[in-house]
């Protein structure tokens, strides 16, 4: 329900990101065959400071705007999926709960969480580029002393580096490392996946509704796959059983449901994990059938792969920008067009949809 709001919030940190890459490649390149150049650019650190604490300013201030109209409609669209499905039992406490009430107070509270834990990020983005711009000095102020290599060729080498890993040190509470981009797009695309099936819930509850069943993705991973097309208690005890509820239509029937377990009993197993494409919808027990699983186009290691190489071309095109010379910018210009090329055989092998937005940079500020 909420898949394409958090490109919006990460967009703006890929966009910053460039930026800072393209204000340190600038304040290195400039007079770089000067007898001066250390002395310059050592100098010259206090303005890049003051630049790149003006990009951190406005990214601050557009990104929180960002995330809460991303929180916002995710949370209406959660409202929304769960008013259209209790149109099916318009009657007594659903009829009742079928419409949107306030979303302020909720959404309030999940853009706050979101804020606070991308918060660091700007500090880190501030370090990183000041810490890369001393590096490039000092590599390319002892490069020639020692006759290893050229001046140019070494700040050329370090700009590379900080190229291919952008702005770093991002660890989730699982303990893996992300970069800046990909650490906000995680971030945030949970953030809303869990405000729409919050406000989805929420609705079904207050019309008293207590199961739920977890839709079939194509393409699924091996922690969505157990519960897929699984009934789940909204709330309550852990573990399958059988339970004998009211017949969604029908007074004074009772109907036997075979549950497997809790939705936060499987939230806490990985499902709804950060690009999770998977989502919960009413079961009305005697109604509700067995939907046909969605064909699968490719496997899920196939998905990760398509990932893989959109990463690698977004990693080509920072090369470009943090290209000192002509012959560095042609070399990172084909690599990109090579990744670009082993997408579109990805893509015609398997059926997978090509999506070029995540093939491209954002333009800088």
Same mark, same amino acid.
């Given at each position: 329900? @909420?898949?394409?709001?958090?490109?919006?919030?990460?967009?703006?940190?890929?966009?910053?990101?460039?930026?800072?890459?393209?204000?340190?490649?600038?304040?290195?390149?400039?007079?770089?065959?000067?007898?001066?150049?250390?002395?310059?650019?050592?100098?010259?650190?206090?303005?890049?400071?003051?630049?790149?604490?003006?990009?951190?300013?406005?990214?601050?201030?557009?990104?929180?705007?960002?995330?809460?109209?991303? !929180?916002? #409609?995710?949370?209406?669209?959660?409202?929304?999926? =769960?008013? @259209?499905?209790?149109?099916?039992?318009?009657?007594?406490? $659903?009829?009742?709960?079928?419409?949107?009430?306030?979303?302020? /107070?909720?959404?309030?509270?999940?853009?706050?969480?979101?804020?606070?834990?991308?918060? /660091?990020?700007?500090?880190?983005?501030? %370090?990183?580029?000041?810490?890369?711009?001393?590096?490039?000095?000092?590599?390319?102020?002892?490069? *020639?002393?020692?006759?290893?290599?050229? +001046?140019?060729?070494?700040? =050329?080498? @370090? !700009? @590379?580096?900080?190229?291919?890993?952008?702005?770093?040190?991002?660890?989730?509470?699982?303990?893996?490392?992300?970069?800046?981009?990909?650490?906000?797009?995680?971030?945030?695309?949970?953030?809303?996946?869990?405000?729409?099936?919050?406000?989805?819930?929420?609705?079904?509850?207050?019309?008293?509704?207590?199961?739920?069943?977890?839709?079939?993705? *194509?393409? #699924?991973?091996? +922690?969505?796959?157990?519960?897929?097309?699984?009934?789940?208690?909204?709330?309550? *005890?852990?573990? *399958?059983?059988?339970?004998?509820?009211?017949?969604?239509?029908?007074?004074?029937?009772?109907?036997?449901?075979?549950?497997?377990?809790?939705?936060?009993?499987?939230? $806490? $197993?990985?499902?709804?994990?950060?690009?999770?494409?998977?989502?919960?919808?009413?079961?009305?027990?005697?109604?509700? &059938?067995?939907?046909?699983?969605?064909?699968?186009?490719?496997?899920? #290691?196939?998905?990760?792969? &398509?990932?893989?190489?959109?990463? &690698?071309?977004?990693?080509?095109?920072?090369?470009?920008? $943090?290209?000192?010379?002509?012959?560095?910018?042609?070399?990172?210009?084909?690599?990109?067009?090579?990744?670009?090329?082993?997408? %579109?055989?990805?893509?015609? #092998?398997?059926?997978?949809?090509?999506?070029?937005?995540?093939? &491209?940079?954002?333009?800088?500020?």
């Amino acid at each position: 329900m @909420a898949e394409n709001l958090a490109s919006a919030v990460s967009a703006l940190y890929e966009q910053a990101e460039l930026a800072l890459i393209e204000r340190v490649t600038r304040a290195l390149a400039e007079g770089l065959d000067s007898p001066r150049w250390t002395d310059l650019k050592l100098a010259a650190i206090g303005n890049l400071r003051t630049a790149i604490e003006e990009i951190i300013t406005v990214l601050q201030a557009d990104a929180s705007g960002a995330i809460h109209q991303a !929180l916002t #409609e995710a949370y209406g669209r959660g409202q929304q999926a =769960a008013i @259209a499905e209790l149109g099916a039992l318009a009657t007594g406490p $659903a009829l009742a709960a079928a419409e949107a009430v306030p979303t302020a /107070p909720a959404v309030d509270r999940l853009a706050s969480a979101l804020v606070q834990e991308t918060g /660091p990020a700007h500090l880190r983005m501030l %370090r990183t580029s000041l810490d890369v711009y001393r590096t490039v000095i000092a590599e390319a102020s002892a490069a *020639p002393l020692v006759g290893a290599t050229t +001046r140019r060729e070494a700040a =050329a080498r @370090a !700009l @590379a580096k900080f190229a291919d890993r952008g702005v770093t040190g991002f660890v989730d509470r699982s303990g893996r490392g992300w970069n800046l981009t990909s650490y906000v797009e995680m971030a945030t695309r949970s953030a809303v996946g869990r405000a729409a099936v919050e406000a989805h819930t929420d609705r079904l509850a207050a019309a008293q509704v207590e199961l739920v069943v977890v839709s079939d993705a *194509p393409e #699924e991973c091996d +922690r969505c796959k157990p519960w897929e097309g699984k009934v789940l208690r909204r709330e309550g *005890p852990s573990g *399958p059983g059988v339970v004998e509820v009211e017949h969604a239509t029908e007074d004074d029937r009772t109907v036997s449901v075979r549950v497997a377990g809790s939705l936060p009993e499987a939230r $806490a $197993a990985g499902l709804f994990h950060p690009n999770c494409r998977h989502t919960v919808s009413i079961y009305l027990p005697g109604l509700t &059938q067995q939907r046909p699983k969605p064909p699968s186009r490719a496997t899920y #290691e196939q998905t990760q792969e &398509q990932r893989r190489l959109e990463r &690698q071309v977004r990693v080509w095109k920072r090369r470009v920008a $943090a290209s000192v010379d002509e012959a560095a910018q042609r070399k990172a210009t084909a690599k990109v067009r090579a990744y670009q090329g082993r997408i %579109r055989e990805l893509v015609a #092998e398997t059926g997978l949809p090509r999506k070029p937005r995540r093939e &491209q940079l954002t333009n800088a500020r």
